[in-house]
Each structure stands twice: as C-alpha cells, then as structure tokens.
C-alpha cells in the first residue's frame, strides 16, 4: 500500500487547486478514503472524506468550498479546493481505512492507511 498524495501548491488566495491520492495496492472502490491537513505546528485535522457508499463528508471549514470525489476506474479520489484562503495553508494527506466507522471518520489515528502528503501554500 502506498498511497500517492499530489497536486499542492502555490496559489494565490480566492484560487483552486486540486489535489489527487492514487494508490496501486489499493481498490478505492472497496475503501473509506479521506483527507486530513496539517499546517506548521498544528495537529493533522480532518477535511472531507468519501465512503464507500460514495457519500461524502466535510469539515465545516471546507463545506462550500471543497469538493470530494472518486474515479474508481482510475482508481483516484480527488479534493477540488476553490476559494482557497491562506488559512489552508497546510501539508495535505489522503487517508484509506476498509472498515472505518462514520463516528471515527475525523480521528486521523483510526484511518489505517497513509500518503506521503502534498504542500499547499496560499499566499495573501
């Protein structure tokens, strides 16, 4: 399993960006797959995820904004990020767990799997 984290970085604020996670090892068809951030000096906090179900789930500062989606035939879940402030600015992670439940979904130490994570910066 390696999951592939990619598609950061600088963007001016009020710009898009979006970021993939593809993994070879892994169907994304049969896995909860979600993306965290962690900006300097911060804990790795929750933004969106997608369920097998292919519903999704956002935190409340990405609703709006952000848009979470899956192609399982290129086996690849993106994050559309538009309107992007300087306060996401962060190193971004994608996250797979099989059986994950929805009450766990925002506790970075539940999800089994883990990218190697992307920059994005967004400047004022």
């Known amino acids: 399993v390696q999951l592939q984290a990619s598609g950061g970085g600088l963007v001016q604020a009020g710009g898009s960006l979006r970021l993939s996670c593809a993994d070879s090892g892994l169907t994304f068809a049969s896995y909860n797959v979600g993306w965290f951030r962690q900006a300097a000096g911060e804990e790795r906090k929750f933004v969106a995820a997608i369920w097998r179900t292919r519903d999704s789930y956002y935190a409340d500062s990405a609703k709006g904004r952000f848009t979470i989606s899956k192609d399982n035939a290129r086996n690849t879940v993106y994050l559309q990020m538009n309107s992007l402030k300087p306060d996401d600015t962060a190193v971004y992670y994608c996250?797979?767990?099989?059986?994950?439940?929805?009450?766990?979904?925002?506790?970075?130490?539940?999800?089994?799997?883990w990218g190697q994570g992307t920059l994005v910066t967004v400047s004022s």
């Open positions: 996250a797979a767990d099989r059986g994950l439940i929805l009450s766990s979904l925002r506790v970075p130490e539940q999800w089994d799997y």
